[in-house]
Each structure stands twice: as structure tokens, then as C-alpha cells.
DNA sequence: AGACGATGCGGAC
DNA sequence: TCCGCCTCGTCTT
């Protein structure tokens, strides 16, 4: 389920292995043709936002974006593939492995771009799962580039504003704040909108370790998500049955409890 | 066996 | 405001 957890938490499973090692062979398929890239090392393996970059020693760089299906895969040379080779987006054979990464939405090779650059080409708003956030630009961002109509699920996963939100912690977020996915940004004060996002960021950053996406950590409860695929079942907190609509610009799925998240109720606090 | 919908997002109208 | 990419698990027949 790539949201930036996902990508950082490959990029940090990358790292180690990759970075300054001699580079065997890559492999790009973008989707007509196959190429092989030469360089003799790699340089550095980063993660922005959602998007993943291989610096290679050459100037150049692999960006990949793994949309809905994407995913990475080490196999031990001579190890049997158990997905399709012909799925394969990028090869990279470093040591005794292949780094494969399988069904990638967006692949390429770019001049090595400068963290500002690449966050200007992208149009990516801060990282929110890279550590500390600026929640003051976030917040400007938002009124910079959202009409006050917009609503707030789609303002949470406008990627110019700030990056790494995906539709799970979209509702999660949300629903941590008591906050209906029906009201507008406009609604909203700065107050709210950084305690949204400052939220995003934990909850994004607390995920990087193994094992599953958490957003619901309370004491010795074992509990996972609060709403998110949980449409019909009650609420984690007030038993009233999880409402699941498709919202906004790209009607996605969303989840909350109507009976915690008031549209109307200014809620600044968790 | 087949339909449906899912983590994302650009582009056509 | 919609369509479609594209793979995979789950649900329905």
C-alpha cells in the first residue's frame, strides 16, 4: 500500500545495501523498450514524498513512482522470480542480488536532481514522513494552492501542499480529529489544519518500523486502523456504524464516523 | 469463473 | 466531471 511510509520504508531498506556500492547492471522498462544504463556506482537511494530516486555516479538518476500496484522485490542471484519478469520496471543488480522493482506507474531516467529540484519538478509539497515539518508552510500552501471550497480529503492528499498522505491516513487523520470529510478547507482555521498535518506526519513517521500501518495506539489496545475499511462496523470510540462515501476530486473512498466527526464543531484537539 | 474495487494520479472533455 | 491505466485479493455467481 504505497503512502510515503511505504516508499521511505523501501528507501530505507535500499539504503544500506546500495548506497556507494559498485553497480553490476540496471535495467530500466518504460514500457516499450528495455534499456540497460551503465554507471559504476550508486550513488545514493532517496526517498521524496511518494517518489523514489537512484543516483547513479554518472549524473544521472532512476525516479520511480509506484502508483496503486508498484512494489519492490530483492531476489538472491539465481533465485526463481515469483512474479513476472515481464512486470519489471527496474533491475538493479548490485552483489548477490537483483532489486526489482514490479509494475511501477512512472518510471525514468533524469539528469540527478537536486532535492529542490525534485521537489519543484514534482510539484511536492514538504515531506511529512522525512522527520520535522514546517507546519507553518504547509499551512501556507494550503491557502495558496486549495480554493476554500476544496474539500478536506482532497486538500490532505494534494501532494503540492505537502507530501506523503495517501487515502488511508487521509481518513485516519480525520477521524483523530473529529473532523468530517465534508468540510471545506474554508472552514477551517490554521489551528486545525496543523494539528491535521502535524498528525499525518507522526502517524506516517511512526510507521517506518515493521510490520503493519498503525494509527490507533492506545495503551495496551492492539488495535490497527479507526475507520479506514471499517464502513458499517462501529466506531472504535462511540459504536455508531463507520459511513463510507467516495468523496471528492477523484471520488475516493473515504471512511468516518459521523457521529465523532462533526462538520459543524471546531475541533482543535484530538 | 467473473466482477468489483483498492493504496494514485494525470489527462481529456 | 469523468476515464483509464494496471494488478491483485475478495466477494459473488
Redesign the pocket.
Known amino acids: ?4 511510509d ?1 516508499i521511505h520504508k523501501i528507501a530505507n531498506y535500499l539504503k544500506p545495501r546500495l548506497d556507494g556500492q559498485p553497480l553490476e547492471s540496471l535495467v530500466l522498462a518504460d ?1 516499450s523498450a528495455e534499456r540497460t544504463v551503465s554507471a559504476n556506482r550508486i550513488q545514493a537511494v532517496r526517498a521524496a ?3 523514489l530516486f537512484v543516483d547513479l555516479d554518472n549524473g544521472l538518476s532512476v525516479r520511480s ?5 508498484g ?1 519492490w522485490h530483492r531476489y538472491p542471484l539465481g533465485e526463481t522470480w515469483r ?2 519478469r ?2 519489471a520496471s527496474v533491475v538493479i543488480t548490485v552483489g548477490a542480488n537483483h532489486y526489482v522493482c ?2 511501477a ?2 518510471v525514468e531516467l533524469i539528469r540527478t536532481p537536486s532535492v529542490r529540484s525534485a521537489v519543484v519538478d ?2 511536492l509539497g514538504p515531506d511529512l514522513t522525512a522527520g520535522a515539518v514546517d507546519l507553518d508552510v504547509v499551512v501556507r500552501r494550503v491557502w495558496e494552492l486549495c480554493e476554500p471550497d476544496t474539500l478536506l480529503p482532497d486538500v490532505l ?1 494534494d ?1 503540492r501542499v505537502a ?1 506523503g ?7 485516519e487523520v480525520l477521524f483523530i480529529h473529529g473532523v468530517s470529510p465534508k468540510r471545506e478547507v474554508g472552514q477551517c482555521g490554521d489551528t486545525l489544519l496543523k494539528s491535521l498535518y502535524a498528525s499525518a506526519s507522526e502517524l506516517l513517521s511512526a510507521n517506518l518500523g515493521g510490520g503493519r500501518r498503525v494509527t490507533r495506539r492506545e495503551g495496551d489496545s492492539a488495535g490497527r486502523l479507526w475507520v ?2 471499517r464502513e458499517g462496523l462501529p466506531c472504535l470510540r462511540c459504536d455508531h456504524p463507520i459511513a ?1 462515501a ?1 468523496l471528492g ?6 471512511y468516518w464516523c459521523p457521529a465523532c466527526q462533526d462538520s459543524s464543531q471546531i475541533s482543535e484537539n484530538p
Open positions: 500500500m504505497p503512502e510515503g511505504t514500457r514524498g511518494k517518489h513512482h509506484l502508483g496503486m500496484h512494489s512474479k513476472p515481464s512486470r514490479f509494475n506507474k512512472e514534482h510539484r492528499l501532494q507530501s498522505i495517501g487515502n488511508v491516513y487521509k481518513s479506514y475499511r463510507y467516495r476530486r477523484h471520488h475516493r473512498s473515504t
